[in-house]
C-alpha cells in the first residue's frame, strides 16, 4: 500500500522536484525504478579524499565549513553512484551551535566539559537559533545546486542519545547515570528530553528550510532501553521532533541500534521509514512493523558493515539475500545495518551499489 507524502511545507520554493528519485519514491512505499542504496557514515569515514580534505582540520570546524562539508557529503555520490547523499555532520552539533561546551575527542567521540547533574544544569541549556547553524544550512544550498536529481537527507541525534552524552559526560557501555536520572527523577528528565527535542527539531527545520530532501533522526543508544522505558521516557521526545517536521511532506526516516525490540514504537514516534540494523532480517522486521490498517510499513538496512571486509562472495550472497527480505515491506532502501568502518575498501562499496541497482 502506497504511503502519500502531501508537500505543505511553508517555504515549497527550497524543495526541488524530484518525484521519480528512487530514494523518495521507495519512502513513499511505491515501486522505484531500482533497489535505491545510501550507506551510513558513507560521507567520509573510508574514502581517501576524505581523509586527504579533512589533514589536520578538527570534526566540528568541518561540520561548520560549508564547502568542506559540501564537498564532503558529495563524493560518495560522485564516486559509488549512490541514490542519497547524508548530509556530513554528527549529532552534537546543534549542542555546539547553541553554546553548550562540547567537543569530539579522536579515538573517544563527544566529550561533555560539564554533565548534566542538577535541575540547575537543565534549566541552563540554551535554545538553538537558526542562525547559529547558518554554515551548516548554507552548506545545504551549495549542495543543492551540485547534487542533481540526487536526495539529499538531513541529519540530526534524538533526544535520548543527546541526553546520554550530556548526562553521562561522554559515550557510555552502560548508561547508569543516565538510567538512573530516568527512573529516579523523572520530571527532570523529562524537562532535560523536552529541551534537546527543541534543540533538534530547530536544527532539523533549519535543514529543511535549507531544501534538504528528507531526515534522519539517529537514535543510536535507544538499543540500551527495555520497550517499556522507550515508550515512557524516549517516545513522546521522538515524536516531538518527527511530528514537528511533519508539515514539510517529507520523508521521515529514524533509526537506532539494537531496537530489534522498539521498532513498533520507533514507527509510531513518526517515522516513515525505520531503519533496521543487522541483527533483525528485513522480513521478520516487516512483520513486526505491519498494523492493521496502515501502510505496509517501509524498512531501510541491514547489511552487517563488518561483512564489507569479506570475501565478494560471501558480500554478494547477503545483499541478494537481503534484498529479497525486504521485499516483504512496503518499501526497501537498501543499506548498511550501521555506518561504514574506516577501513573499509571503497571499491567494495562502489560493487555492492552496482549489484543492488542490478537485481
Known amino acids: 500500500m502506497a504511503r502519500l507524502l502531501v508537500m505543505t511545507t511553508s517555504s515549497p520554493s527550497a524543495r526541488r522536484a524530484l518525484t521519480d528519485a528512487p530514494f523518495l519514491v521507495a519512502a513513499r512505499g511505491e515501486k522505484p525504478a531500482h533497489v535505491p542504496v545510501w550507506f551510513m557514515r558513507q560521507a567520509g569515514r573510508s574514502l581517501p579524499e576524505y581523509r586527504r580534505l579533512r589533514e589536520g582540520v578538527p570534526m566540528l570546524s568541518a561540520c ?3 564547502e568542506m562539508l559540501a564537498e564532503i557529503t558529495i563524493q560518495p555520490v560522485r564516486r559509488h553512484g549512490v541514490d542519497a547523499a547524508i548530509l556530513f555532520s554528527d549529532i552534537v552539533v546543534p549542542l555546539h551551535a547553541a553554546g553548550v561546551d562540547i567537543d569530539i575527542v579522536a579515538g573517544t567521540g563527544p566529550v ?3 554533565p548534566i547533574r542538577s535541575r540547575a544544569d537543565v534549566e541552563a541549556l540554551p535554545e538553538l ?3 547559529q547553524v547558518r554554515p551548516v544550512t548554507d552548506g545545504v544550498r551549495l549542495l543543492l545546486e551540485q547534487l542533481g536529481g540526487t536526495p539529499l537527507i538531513g541529519f540530526a541525534g534524538a533526544p535520548f542519545t543527546l541526553a546520554s552524552y550530556l548526562i553521562e559526560g561522554g559515550p557510555s557501555k ?4 543516565t538510567k538512573a536520572l530516568m527512573h529516579g527523577d523523572p520530571e527532570l528528565w523529562h524537562a532535560l528530553a523536552g529541551a534537546l527535542a527543541r534543540i533538534t527539531l530547530s536544527f532539523l527545520r533549519a535543514q529543511l528550510d535549507a531544501g534538504v530532501d528528507a531526515v534522519q533522526l539517529f537514535d543510536s543508544w535507544a538499543g540500551a532501553l527495555s520497550a517499556r522505558d522507550y515508550r515512557e521516557f524516549v517516545l513522546p521526545h ?3 521532533v518527527l511530528e514537528g517536521v511533519a508539515d514539510y511532506g517529507v520523508p521521515r526516516v529514524h533509526f537506532g541500534v539494537g531496537t530489534a525490540e522498539l521498532l513498533p514504537d520507533m514507527r509510531d514516534a513518526g517515522a516513515d521509514v525505520v531503519g533496521v540494523d543487522w541483527r533483525l532480517p528485513l522480513d521478520e522486521a516487516a512483520r513486526r512493523l505491519a498494523v492493521p490498517g496502515r501502510p505496509d510499513p ?7 558493515p563488518a561483512l564489507l571486509a569479506a570475501p565478494w562472495p560471501v558480500i554478494e550472497a547477503e545483499v541478494r539475500r537481503i534484498v529479497t527480505e ?4 512496503g518499501g526497501h532502501i537498501f543499506n548498511l545495518g550501521h555506518g561504514v568502518l574506516p577501513d573499509t575498501d571503497p571499491g ?3 560493487r555492492v551499489v552496482e549489484l543492488v541497482h542490478s537485481l
Open 238 to 240: 521522538s515524536a516531538t
Open 326 to 329: 525486504g521485499r516483504a515491506a
Open 129 to 131: 537559533d537558526p542562525e
Open 112 to 114: 561533555v566539559a560539564n
Open 298 to 304: 517501509v524498512v531501510q538496512g541491514n547489511l552487517d
Open 64 to 66: 561548520f565549513d560549508p
Open 174 to 177: 552502560h548508561h547508569a547515570r
Open 348 to 350: 567494495v562499496l562502489t
